[in-house]
């Protein structure tokens, strides 16, 4: 968790000079709480590790793998308050709450958080004998109290072990697929041998406010060739309450033109509870949307036949569901910049997400960023506003004197 840190002498050894620069946060428009800021690293701050704030309490802050950014998770910001931090470093006497990358076993790898579970990376290489289980990357994500409890659905061995198992964790892909000469391929499904493949990690950053992954995946058609090559980012923020995950890739091809298409339910960025929501989700799982709090089991699907307009263009949606014996909220934030239009789809089993249409070229590769809040419990469609403001416009951020 993002914490605020007074001055404990049996934690920290030294405080050693602060940054001469000092960097100046501006609010956004509304009160936040628990907000990601990423500031200009001020000259001379190579090692700074902590922001000192105005009530004279300290921020964990990280250093981005670039060093170009400062990022720090403040604890409030009013609206419109712009408030000033000094970067500064501590010397600690032992390692504080930290992310870290687990050993790849088996192409699969965990990110957690001061020895908590917060992510798996689930990227065995495709085998033809296992193609099911291993046909497409994906990430798991774990309950944000205890890392225990996998609140999403894995892999599967079989199209049979429970419902829509090609379902998977924070997962994306697209059903319609055409290039070439009336190639086709479905990534969502895997079928005739389509799927796609982690390739490499290209980096990894690790520290005490963020753990972020950028991996290589190669999506490949029935013939076993490469049609598209994808850039994925994943990057998981220590902040109370819960989870904050930061989505994003982009897909780019060599080929004159590959067509993205497909459905809302098989199309996309989404995410899927796991299979224990499949058997509880009519008694349990509602959608929490812009528009306020939906019926248990009421699901909204856009239709080609009657497009229902509240399921156009999201800027956010959020499931509750139980697994467990405990209820979990997971906030779905789209960014604007994202291709239009995007259309909705849900289910009382705890898939849900949207999809577009977009024609893949080498001067237009597709370029898609989403966030992604998980907690315990229920939230309001006013905390699911604020942080979809918090992600879209972030605060403004200044070196100030």
């Not at 964990?60 to 400062?70: E, N, P, R, S």
């Not at 001061?114 to 495709?126: A, E, I, N, S, T």
């Not at 399921?311 to 949606?317: F, V």
């Amino acid at each position: 968790m993002t914490r605020t840190l007074p001055a404990f002498a049996l934690v920290l050894a030294l405080a050693l000079p602060a940054s001469a620069q000092k960097i100046a946060v501006t609010g956004l428009k509304t009160d936040q709480t628990n907000v990601v800021v990423a500031a200009p690293l001020p000259a001379g701050a190579n090692a700074v590790n902590v922001v000192n704030l105005p009530n004279g309490l300290h921020a964990a802050a990280q250093i981005t793998a670039d060093g170009k950014q400062l990022v720090c998770v403040l604890p409030k910001l009013k609206a419109g308050e712009t408030v000033t931090v000094t970067p500064g470093t501590l010397n600690y006497m032992k390692a504080p709450p930290h992310f870290k990358f687990g050993e790849e076993k088996d192409g699969v790898s965990e990110l957690t958080f001061d020895g908590r579970k917060v992510l798996q990376y689930f990227h065995p290489k495709h085998d033809p004998k296992d193609h099911f289980y291993t046909f497409k990357p994906f990430h798991n994500v774990y309950d944000p109290v205890k890392g225990e409890l996998v609140l999403t659905n894995s892999s599967a061995k079989t199209n049979k072990d429970g419902l829509f198992p090609h379902h998977r964790g924070l997962f994306f892909g697209f059903n319609k697929i055409s290039y070439g000469d009336k190639q086709t391929a479905d990534i969502w499904h895997g079928t005739n041998d389509v799927f796609s493949e982690h390739e490499k990690t290209l980096a990894t950053e690790a520290g005490e406010v963020f753990g972020r992954q950028r991996s290589l995946i190669s999506w490949h058609g029935k013939d076993g060739n490469t049609f598209a090559t994808e850039g994925r980012e994943v990057t998981a923020y220590a902040v109370p309450g819960g989870t904050l995950i930061d989505w994003s890739t982009v897909l780019s091809t060599k080929l004159d033109k590959v067509r993205l298409d497909g459905d809302p339910q098989h199309a996309g960025f989404h995410f899927r509870a796991n299979q224990e929501v499949a058997k509880n989700g009519e008694k349990n799982t509602y959608y929490l949307r812009p528009d306020g709090k939906g019926k248990i089991n009421e699901t909204r699907n856009w239709d080609p036949k009657g497009a229902d307009k509240r399921t156009i263009d999201l800027p956010w949606n959020a499931v509750s569901f139980v697994t467990g014996d405990k209820r979990y909220t997971v906030l779905r934030i789209n960014h604007p910049d994202n291709p239009k239009e995007t259309r909705g789809s849900e289910r009382n089993y705890g898939r849900f997400g949207d999809y577009f249409e977009y024609d893949l070229t080498p001067s237009k590769p597709l370029k898609l960023k989403y966030r992604v809040w998980v907690q315990e419990g229920e939230m309001t469609a006013e905390q699911c506003n604020a942080m979809a403001e918090a992600f879209v416009t972030p605060p403004a951020t200044r070196i100030a004197k």
